[in-house]
């Protein structure tokens, strides 16, 4: 699958973590498989450079505990769990520009469900003027009438909060704003994460490669080398995968960052949707039927595919409804709430009729070019996008082998809501 939406695997945990910063991470130490190694590593010595402590403290392990064979002791260290590393799967050593941020899957990392926050919707009193964002010497750019825009002359890592509030407004208006020349990809990745939570709790992806140390990096990674692209149009017609990310989620996520690290010259753009768009160009009769209805969203297909590919799971997987028309907390627009990614049903519905009404909006959203954009990459590129208002697609189209590789910052937002319909001024 070339989709950013169906992750590789999974990470480890190995970072300083403190509670005033990420919570979450406290979550995985108390059950961490770093901890759980520690202690094997104090009962099961397996430096074969130190064969007389090993013998010795096998002894103490058959005095202790006379029922156990050093067999039965030594198959618990090779049940520790497994940690796959791309830098090891590349030799040891790499072309890519931002090693640490190649992923790491570490299958002893685990979470319990998500619990319910409050999300703070810093775009809703931002000051629309945006003298804080687009600064004397910035310079924007829309990439189309209806959706997405480019913006030179920022540096988003030096926003004041004011700046930030204007940022998330924007990008609700916009869809997706495109920031050239920026640092976040050279900062130290603690730093791009206190960036980001200012916008929302981080979300960890429950199955995709991970930073090691850094689960709530999302990353996407191809590294076209292997043979991968050969096998990836075998069977399909196009990769076009139309999703919006982890909708599953009870909060799922707002405003959401993509960071480059590598990118092909040439290909690998990455299409924007815009779900305002798209309702507002259905007729007032389907827009009032649509209101009142919800859909399912599962992350039961995504984690599947990890455990059958070998890959991770985090966290067990979810399954939420959500409005199929919500609103926007800042911007009070509506906007299809759908995706081909996680919407599986709509409530209430017979299974043909589900269907029926489900394909045809998300044909309607894909077809939709006249209220899509499409994203170029180039180094130090930032995309951001409100993922509560669009549905994007990696565009999987270079077979030179160039490596593409992108970190997400995915801020979760408020649980989707709807407001009742309102018929249009004639
Ligand atoms: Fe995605």
Redesign the pocket.
């Known amino acids: 699958m070339a989709t950013?939406?169906i992750g590789q695997a999974e990470t480890a945990v190995s970072a300083p973590i403190t509670p005033r910063e990420f919570p979450e991470r406290l979550a995985i130490r108390a059950d961490s498989p770093i901890e759980q190694d520690q202690l094997d590593d104090q009962k099961i010595p397996v430096e074969q450079e130190k064969p007389v402590e090993q013998e010795k403290f096998v002894e103490q392990v058959k005095s202790v505990e006379p029922e156990k064979s050093v067999e039965e002791v030594r198959s618990v260290e090779q049940d520790k769990p497994k940690i796959r590393r791309v830098i090891d799967e590349e030799g040891g050593s790499t072309t890519a520009t931002y090693p640490h941020y190649l992923p790491v899957w570490d299958h002893g990392e685990k979470y319990p469900p998500w619990e319910r926050f409050t999300h703070t919707e810093h775009g809703k009193d931002a000051d629309p003027s945006f003298k804080d964002l687009l600064v004397v010497g910035s310079k924007l750019q829309h990439l189309t009438p209806s959706t997405g825009s480019e913006v030179t002359g920022v540096q988003l890592s030096k926003l004041s909060h004011a700046g930030k509030d204007q940022l998330a407004l924007l990008v609700a208006q916009r869809k997706v704003v495109v920031f050239r020349d920026q640092d976040l990809a050279g900062l130290p990745i603690q730093e791009a994460l206190e960036f980001g939570a200012y916008f929302g709790r981080h979300h960890i992806h429950p199955t995709s490669g991970a930073p090691e140390g850094y689960p709530e990096i999302h990353l996407v990674y191809r590294n076209g080398g292997n043979g991968e692209f050969d096998s990836f149009l075998a069977n399909r017609n196009s990769g076009v995968a139309w999703?919006s990310?982890v909708t599953y989620e009870e909060q799922p996520p707002g405003t959401t960052f993509l960071i480059i690290l590598d990118t092909p010259e040439v290909g690998g753009d990455t299409a924007f949707v815009n779900h305002v768009e798209a309702y507002n160009r259905l007729s007032p009769a389907i827009k009032e039927r649509l209101h009142g209805l919800t859909a399912v969203h599962s992350g039961f297909e995504q984690a599947e595919f990890s455990r059958s590919h070998g890959g991770v799971v985090r966290r067990e997987p979810v399954k939420h409804s959500h409005p199929l028309v919500r609103t926007h907390p800042a911007t009070g627009e509506k906007a299809l709430f759908v995706n081909g990614g996680f919407t599986r049903s709509i409530d209430g519905l017979k299974k043909e009729e589900s269907e029926y009404l489900l394909k045809f909006l998300l044909d309607h959203i894909g077809r939709g070019i006249d209220y899509q954009a499409r994203v170029r990459w180039a180094p130090k590129t930032v995309v951001v996008w409100d993922n509560r208002l669009t549905s994007?697609s990696a565009i999987v189209d270079w077979v030179t082998g160039e490596r593409r590789h992108l970190a997400r910052i995915t801020p979760q937002a408020e649980r989707p809501y709807e407001t009742p319909y309102a018929a249009e001024a004639k």
Do not use: A, R, V
Request: proline share 0%; aromatic share 20%.
């Open positions: 950013e939406f999703h990310d994007h």
